[in-house]
């Protein structure tokens, strides 16, 4: 088990640099129906952004897409002792069945709030990439305590989480749940062919990134 699981507060203000005016901007591209027109970094985009200023790395080589291959960011991350094992969540259908893939996914089958909570270390910040429908979407997600209560912080591209920031803060695990719930199941026309043959997998993986000096 690794004693340096947790970054300084002071991450956060890198995080804000990274992410500011970036879901603005996302927002006009989605406002514009114009597909040759796209503003600000997609979700992958600023996701590795987002790692390569924590680890003040500009160069650091990272993946096209946040798990599911060898070349990933998280394998990379993991490969340099940066990342911990990938954690997979499950969900439910509506009768309380394992849901396959993304057309009958409705909740969360054990919790990913609880999850996170249980691996921090008591000072400092968490951070974490989550993946949800096996890549189909990259977030990041920080947890402290602030002002004695617990705080997740859930950052994407915009406008997935938020028009304005890009962001959702939550202050119960309940709320994270039922956060990353209703994304997956808003998604259950996703890639449904014939039959359901060709679903992303109903699951939300995560995944811890340390602290450290990259290779």
């Given amino acids: 088990m690794r004693n340096n699981q947790e970054w300084p507060v002071s991450v956060l203000e890198i995080i804000d ?14 406002i514009i129906p114009i597909d040759s027109v796209r503003f600000g970094k997609d979700c992958i985009e ?3 952004a987002i790692i390569r200023s924590l680890y ?19 394998q990379i991350l993991k490969n340099q002792g940066l990342a911990g094992e990938l954690k997979t969540f ?16 409705y909740e969360l ?3 990913v709030g609880a999850y996170i909570m249980s691996l921090y270390r008591g000072k400092g910040v ?15 997600l920080t947890y402290q305590f602030r002002d004695g209560k617990p705080e997740f912080t859930l950052i994407d591209q915009g406008p997935a989480t938020s028009h304005l ?17 209703e994304y997956v199941r808003d998604r259950q ?8 043959k060709y679903q992303y997998p109903a699951d939300i993986e995560v995944y811890k990134i340390y602290p450290g000096a990259s290779k």
């Fill in 90 to 105: 499950g969900f439910l259908t509506k009768k309380g069945t394992k849901a396959h893939g993304n057309a009958t996914a």
């Fill in 189 to 196: 026309d996703k890639r449904v062919g014939k039959g359901g």
């Fill in 56 to 74: 003040k790395n500009d160069k650091m080589k990272l993946g096209d897409r946040i798990v599911g291959t060898k070349t990933s960011t998280h």
């Fill in 165 to 181: 920031t890009g962001k959702s803060v939550f202050h119960f695990k309940q709320g994270l749940d039922a956060s990353l719930s």
């Fill in 17 to 30: 640099d990274v992410t500011f005016l970036n879901a603005p901007l996302r927002t006009i591209s989605v």
């Fill in 109 to 111: 089958k054990d919790s």
């Fill in 126 to 140: 968490s951070i974490f990439g989550v993946s949800a429908m096996d890549g189909y979407h990259s977030m990041l």
């Fill in 46 to 48: 600023l996701h590795n």
